[in-house]
C-alpha cells in the first residue's frame, strides 16, 4: 500500500486521484440510497437498471463517432438511460401485478443488446468490457462533477424526505393512509436508484456497480440499530472498499473494479460468519 | 354529499353525520364478487365488532373504509366526506405487517410514523416525539420506545402499531384482528385499554373471536358477501350458523371461546 500513497501525489498519475476522488464522493449517494434500496429489497429492480444503462452508453458512443455529436458525454447517455429503465421499471412494478420479474428481466437484457448493437455499429474498436466492469482511464473530471451533483441532489432529498421514504419501505399501506404518496416515493427512490448507480460506472463498470450498492449495506445491517447508522455506516464502507481496493489494484496491478468488489464480498462474508460466531 | 342524502343510509336512531357510511357498495376482486351492496352506519363513540368467515369480506371492508380499495358500485364516506380526505382522522391498525427483520427501526420509529401528514417533511419536531413516546407509555412500552422493532414479542408489536395508529390523533380507530397474536391475559389489557381511550372514540375491531365479540362490543357488523348490521345480543347461535354457512365449535381455553373451523373461502 506504500508504493499507492506514494503514486496518489505522483503528479503524472492524475487518473489515480480522479478515481479516488470519484469513489470518496460517489460513496455518498451509493451509501445512502443503497441502505434502502437493502431495506426495501429491491436489489434485483437496481441491477436491472444499471446493465440497461449500457443502452444509452452505445447510443451516445454511436453518436458522438457517427453523427459528430463529440460534446456528449457517454455518462449522460448514462444517465438518460438508467432514468428512462427506472420509470419502467417502477411503472410495471406498481401495475402489473403479475409477471413483474420476466418484464424486470427483458428490460435488463434489452438495455444491454442495445448499448451492444450501437457499439458494433459505432466505426473504431471500443471494448465493451471497459464499461461492464469498469476501468480506471475512462475517469473524467465529468464523471467526478456528475458524481458531486448526484450526491448533493440525494442527501437533500433524504434530507427532506427520509422519514416518507422510510415510511414508505416500513409500510406503504399505512404511509398511504397517513396522506404519503407511496407510489410517487417508490418512484423517486428507483430514479435516485438510477442517478447513483451511474456515479460509479466509469470506476467499477455496470455488472459489478450493483454489488457496491448493495454490500455495504448489507454489511451494516449486520449491526445497525438505526437507519442513520447504517446509512452511515454504508457510506463509510463503501468509501473505505474504494480506497484499498484502488489501493491493492495498483500494488498488485489487478483491475480496479473486480478488485474493489472483491473486497467489498470478502468483507462481507467475513461480517456474516464473525456475526455468526458473536451470536452463538 | 348533502345532509339529507345521509338520512337514508341505513340507522336513524343516532343524531349526526355518521362516521363511516355505506351506500349500496359492492366489490369484486375479478369476477369474484365479495362485498355485496353493503348499507350501514357507524355513529360517533360507537364500538363495533365486523365478525364472518375467512374471506368473507372483511378486511375487504376495512380496506374500503380505508379508500385503499374503490367500490365497484355505490359509494363509503369518512366523517362526511371521501375517504381519501377523511382517512387523516383514521388511526389504522393492521393485523400483522411483513417488514424486513433486517430494517432497522425502533419502536419510536415506527410510533413516529403515526405523525405522518400530507405534504410533511422529513424533521421531527418536540411535539412529535413527545406524542409517540407518550402513546408507546399508553401501551405499556415505556422503556422500551428505543428497542429494534424486530426484537419485540408479537404482542409488543401490535402494542407499538398501537400506538402509531393513537398518535395520529385518531378520531376513528380501524383494528384487524387485535387479539390474533396475542394471549389472553394481553387482551384483556388490549380492551381495557382501548375502553379508557373515551367515549369520543369511534372503534371497529374485526374479529374471529366471537367470545371476545360478545364481551366487547355493543354491535356487531356481520360479513359474509351480505352485510348486516346488528346489537351483538341478536348474534345467537343460529345467526352464526348462517353466516359461517356451518356449525361453529365451542372449545375451552380456560376462557369461553367459539372457534370456527373450515367455512368458505371466497378469495
Known sequence: MGEFFHALSDPDLGFLRNALLLGMIGSIPLGAVGTFVVARRISYLAAAIAHSVLGGIGAVLYAREVLGWAWLHPMLGALLAALLSAGVIGWVSLRSKQREDAVIGAIWVTGMAIGLLFIARTPGYIDPMAYLFGDILLVTTADLWIAGGVGALVAGILLLWHRQIVAVCFDAEFAVIRGVPADGIYLLLLLLTALTVVTLVSLVGIVLVIALLTLPPAIASLRARSLGQMLMASIVLTGGFVFFGLGFSYSLNFPTGPSIILLAALVYLLANAGNRLLRR | ?267
Open chain 2, 1 to 267: 354529499m348533502s345532509e339529507s342524502a345521509h338520512s337514508d343510509c341505513g340507522c336513524q336512531t343516532h343524531e349526526g353525520e355518521p362516521v363511516v357510511c355505506f351506500e349500496g357498495v359492492s366489490f369484486s376482486y375479478g369476477n369474484n364478487l365479495v362485498v355485496e351492496d353493503a348499507d350501514f352506519d357507524i355513529f360517533k363513540g360507537e364500538s363495533v365488532c365486523v365478525v364472518g368467515p375467512n374471506g368473507g369480506g372483511k378486511s375487504t371492508l376495512l380496506k374500503l373504509m380505508l379508500g385503499l380499495l374503490r367500490p365497484d358500485r355505490g359509494q363509503v364516506r369518512l366523517f362526511g366526506q371521501s375517504t381519501k380526505r377523511g382517512r387523516a382522522r383514521v388511526g389504522y391498525v393492521p393485523q400483522q405487517i411483513e417488514f424486513d427483520p433486517l430494517f432497522p427501526v425502533s419502536a419510536l420509529d415506527v410510533a413516529l410514523m403515526g405523525r405522518l401528514r400530507q405534504g410533511s417533511f422529513g424533521f421531527v419536531s418536540k411535539a412529535d416525539r413527545a406524542a409517540a413516546q407518550q402513546a408507546l407509555e399508553k401501551m405499556g412500552l415505556a422503556g422500551k420506545s428505543r428497542e429494534p422493532f424486530a426484537s419485540l414479542s408479537g404482542g409488543q408489536r401490535q402494542a407499538v402499531l398501537i400506538a402509531r395508529a393513537l398518535v395520529a390523533k385518531a378520531e376513528l380507530l380501524l383494528l384487524d384482528e387485535p387479539t390474533a397474536h396475542v394471549d389472553v391475559a394481553a387482551e384483556e389489557r388490549l380492551m381495557a385499554g382501548l375502553k379508557a381511550l373515551g367515549s369520543e372514540l369511534t372503534i371497529i375491531t374485526v374479529s374471529h373471536d366471537l367470545a371476545f365479540v360478545s364481551r366487547a362490543v355493543p354491535k356487531v357488523v356481520c360479513v359474509n358477501r351480505r352485510v348486516h348490521v346488528h346489537p351483538t345480543a341478536k348474534l345467537t347461535e343460529e345467526r352464526i350458523r348462517e353466516l359461517y354457512g356451518h356449525e361453529v365449535r365451542m372449545v375451552q381455553h380456560g376462557h369461553e371461546h367459539l372457534d370456527s373451523r373450515g367455512g368458505h373461502r371466497h378469495g
